[in-house]
């Protein structure tokens, strides 16, 4: 069977989001530990979850039309291997060893908060909680693009009513399946896409000063917010941004930021452990007391890290071990031996 071959953009996209997504765990937790504290780190928190989860969840969905291909049943059986089976796997390995690190890390992880993972999600796993509900929503209204649209629409106006900070992962299913289900919907157009693309210069032009000026709008009316009804158009001229940057993008930056969006899984379940440990430690030793400093070592621990045990794990042949690779696909079996052909081969 012939490998189908990776769309270097949709790659490129995943490692600007997993960067955006590290940038913003580090910074939270130089906030948290007392590290950061100017102004400037909430701006920088505010404009990166206005719009860099919404992007991998809009990504997420240009990938499901092609999965459905073979049909519901063996969709789902593919998202329980690489989606819910390593949610389980990471929330363990991550939930017992914040749990015996509970002394030293900025928040109190208890054993019951890891008995708990079945219905409340631990730190960031709550991403591949809510993915696993997304992918289970799209087999239900896939056959329709009406439907499709107005479930996007009906979740996105609901989550505004649903309080965010209270509600868990009901909130994050309605806010995020849009975004999902808008890849979903634009998954032609996007995957016909190509780096010569007509539309990605211009696209690249005007999402940039776009954002700016609209991130900036939306905090001043709902600062501590990034998912209120405001900050929409931020999100949507953000998740503009870095796709038509992604299709525009050669090179060598192309080829690092592809192989992060390669790894991307890896360091999702990964980063934190790496850059909260880095943290952890240069606190200990007190050696550095600038945050700026904190934020690049650590950020750059949270990728550097999990991308050297991807590389690890992938020479040994234990990515799929670890919920970080498709479980390869067994051989089909040969043709009955032909004992006549054999013999005429020899002769």
Not at 122 to 135: D, I, R, S
Not at 151 to 163: F, G, K, N, R
Not at 263 to 286: D, E, N, P, Q
Not at 319 to 340: E, Y
Request: charged letters at 10%.
């Amino acid at each position: 069977m012939v490998k189908a071959e990776r769309i270097k953009w949709m790659d490129t996209a995943r490692g600007i989001g997993i960067l955006l997504v590290v940038m913003g765990h580090v910074e939270r937790g130089i906030v948290n530990a007392g590290i950061a504290t100017e102004t400037y780190w909430l701006n920088l928190d505010y404009t990166l979850y206005i719009f860099h989860m919404p992007l991998f969840f809009f990504l997420s969905g240009i990938n499901a039309p092609h999965g459905l291909k073979t049909g519901v049943r063996p969709f789902l059986q593919n998202k329980l291997q690489t989606i819910l089976y390593p949610y389980f796997l990471w929330s363990i390995i991550q939930g017992a060893i914040l749990i015996s690190l509970s002394s030293v890390t900025n928040g109190s992880t208890h054993l019951s908060d890891l008995l708990e993972i079945g219905w409340a999600p631990m730190g960031q796993f709550w991403f591949l909680y809510v993915l696993m509900l997304c992918q289970i929503l799209v087999c239900i209204v896939y056959r329709s693009r009406f439907l499709v649209i107005a479930t996007a629409l009906i979740m996105l106006a609901l989550s505004y009513i649903v309080p965010p900070l209270d509600s868990g992962v009901p909130h994050q299913l309605l806010h995020s399946a849009p975004f999902f289900l808008a890849g979903f919907a634009l998954c032609d157009p996007l995957h016909q896409s190509s780096p010569e693309g007509r539309f990605a210069p211009f696209l690249t032009l005007a999402s940039g000063p776009a954002f700016i000026a609209l991130t900036i709008s939306a905090s001043l009316i709902a600062y501590h917010l990034p998912d209120a009804p405001i900050a929409l158009p931020a999100t949507i001229a953000g998740i503009t941004l870095v796709i038509s940057m992604s299709m525009m993008m050669t090179g060598p930056v192309q080829d690092i930021l592809g192989a992060l969006g390669v790894t991307s899984m890896t360091i999702f379940v990964l980063h934190i452990l790496a850059a909260a440990g880095l943290r952890i430690l240069l606190m200990k030793t007190r050696l550095i007391h600038a945050a700026p400093v904190y934020f690049i070592l650590c950020s750059f621990a949270g990728v550097a890290f999990p991308y050297a045990i991807h590389l690890f794990l992938e020479r040994k042949g234990w990515l799929p071990l670890f919920g970080l690779a498709k479980w390869p696909r067994s051989t089909p079996l040969q043709a009955p031996f032909d004992k006549g052909k054999f013999k005429r081969a020899g002769q």
